[in-house]
């Protein structure tokens, strides 16, 4: 059986990889991602892979072509965030499903798993459980629940259309595993959370909204049901969920570590406006639609997950979410960008030198620090600048490249910094904040369009962006010839030259997409059909 898995690099897709690679039906997996996953660690190894952007209309003729020879297609890929971008979640999450489906009747695929959600469904007010006939009209003010319960529309469309392909959708509720420790963190409760803290000191009494529950599964669990939909050939909806419901005081007594009672109770009134404020000031990534979503979402009866595909969760809820807290705590991810840890640097595994390494008598340490300083400087602001690139282009074709050239660079940041730690020489104090101003003030020129993103920006961005990595891999090569005074293998400058020329091809890839329109009125740089 070969499983095509869109969306293969997340929470559920990473645990779907690993529950396929382990299930005897299963003879080959093709993985599909917008950003590719690192292909040599687990469970991603276990994937052939290709990149595809399901937001754009074209995209079905290429999904069709990567379908071509499938059995099954499990359609898990779905973006939570820019919230602000609406159009651009609408694109991915529902015309994407549309373009997903399209793709697979058209290339004969005839076992198909949708990842729907808890939060397509109307709201309750009450704890009664509810099966997969409760209505799926979404909850008003979430943009996630709005969203999942359009894609229950399309999905609905589909079957009616195509009533010879067995359609699985699954409704889970909140997904938890340790390796989406750090990915949690960043999509819902942002950099300042002090999550580093879990693991060595807990709160004694934690805030919870009144009225809040919800249910929990462990990602593993999900995964297995994934797998048994596709190889039963399931139609039909599936809640799937652990046995636990989570009320505010249980929540409170896990995060709290505390088995007496641990919860402050909040009204909901004054902190959805609180929730919103944060958000709006960019304080917190998660929006107040997702209160909403904790308060109205509906209990689930799993009954015909277990009776149809013969599921029931291995984890409780609870577990899944102490394992989540400690992962946070840690930092945990995997060797995807979505499940990135919190400190990643691809280069980790090449040893450094031991802290105040000593340079030998005959290498000038004022020069060299100096020039290794500048060079951090200067990859301190061409790492602002291109992860503003990115999030400003999130909407266009090229942002793939655009991620992968600003995930690099983050890492490499990381990288030289502690190399410069290591040799004893302290971090720039001038320098660096100047040429982040500088980067800053660069990104204000309006390119004769105050106030909306110009044709022109994207085509210049991208020079300046290759001007940049271009000195950075000179300096790699001047470095790379005192890989052993520094007390580094040669090797590791070779990684990162080659690092540099796989940059610049990617960044070569944007301009050679932007600078035909750049110039020409009535033709769109953000278009996804051009």
Request: with cysteine.
């Amino acid at each position: 059986m070969r499983v095509v898995v869109v969306g293969a690099t997340g929470n559920a897709g990473s645990a779907v990889l690993e529950e396929l690679s382990i299930r005897t039906e299963v003879t080959s997996i093709l993985g599909l991602a917008r950003r590719l996953p690192d292909a040599e660690v687990e469970p991603f190894c276990h994937a052939e892979w290709d990149s595809v952007d399901i937001q754009s209309p074209d995209s079905t003729a290429t999904l069709a072509e990567l379908f071509s020879g499938a059995d099954a297609v499990i359609h898990l890929a779905w973006l939570i965030q820019p919230n602000s971008q609406r159009e651009l979640l609408r694109r991915v999450n529902v015309n994407g499903t549309e373009h997903v489906l399209k793709a697979a009747a058209e290339a004969g695929v005839r076992r198909i798993a949708v990842a729907s959600s808890v939060g397509a469904y109307s709201p309750v007010d009450d704890d009664h459980p509810r099966d997969e006939s409760w209505g799926t009209e979404g909850i008003a003010g979430s943009h996630y629940s709005e969203d999942k319960a359009a894609q229950e529309r399309v999905m609905d469309a589909f079957e009616a259309a195509h009533p010879e392909i067995a359609l699985a959708r699954l409704r889970p509720g909140l997904i938890f595993q340790a390796a989406a420790g750090s990915e949690i963190q960043r999509y819902f409760l942002g950099k300042l959370a002090p999550v580093q803290l879990l693991n060595t000191v807990r709160p004694p009494m934690v805030p919870m909204p009144n009225g809040i529950r919800v249910q929990a599964v462990h990602a593993r669990d999900v995964a297995r049901a994934y797998a048994e939909a596709i190889i039963r050939g399931a139609r039909g909806a599936f809640n799937i969920a652990s046995d636990d419901v989570l009320t505010g005081e249980a929540l409170a007594s896990i995060i709290s570590g505390r088995s007496g009672k641990a919860s402050i109770s909040v009204p909901f009134s004054p902190l959805k406006p609180l929730v919103k404020s944060a958000h709006r000031a960019r304080l917190l990534p998660t929006d107040e639609g997702w209160l909403e979503m904790a308060r109205h979402s509906p209990i689930m009866d799993t009954s015909r997950a277990r009776s149809t595909l013969g599921w029931s969760p291995e984890l409780s809820g609870a577990d899944a979410l102490n394992e989540l807290l400690e992962a946070m705590g840690e930092g945990e991810g995997r060797g995807s960008i979505p499940l990135r840890p919190r400190s990643e640097s691809s280069l980790t595994e090449h040893p450094l030198p031991a802290q105040n390494h000593q340079l030998p008598p005959g290498i000038d340490t004022g020069l060299l620090r100096s020039y290794m300083a500048d060079h951090l400087a200067g990859a301190t602001a061409g790492l602002k600048r291109i992860q503003a690139m990115a999030a400003a282009f999130e909407d266009t074709p090229v942002y793939p490249q655009l991620s992968q050239v600003a995930e690099a660079i983050g890492s490499e940041h990381q990288w030289l910094s502690r190399l410069i730690q290591s040799q004893g020489f302290p971090r720039p104090a001038v320098a660096a904040p100047a040429l982040w101003v500088g980067e800053r003030l660069s990104r204000a020129k309006p390119y004769a369009r105050p106030l909306k993103r110009s044709p022109a920006a994207l085509v210049l961005e991208t020079e300046l962006m290759l001007g940049a990595v271009t000195a950075k891999r000179q300096g790699w090569e001047v470095l790379s010839d005192y890989a052993e005074e520094l007390g580094v293998d040669r090797s590791v400058f070779d990684q990162l030259i080659e690092a540099a020329d796989d940059q610049r091809e990617h960044l070569d890839q944007v301009h050679a997409y932007a600078r035909p329109k750049v110039f020409r009125r009535g033709r769109s740089t953000f278009s996804l059909e051009e």
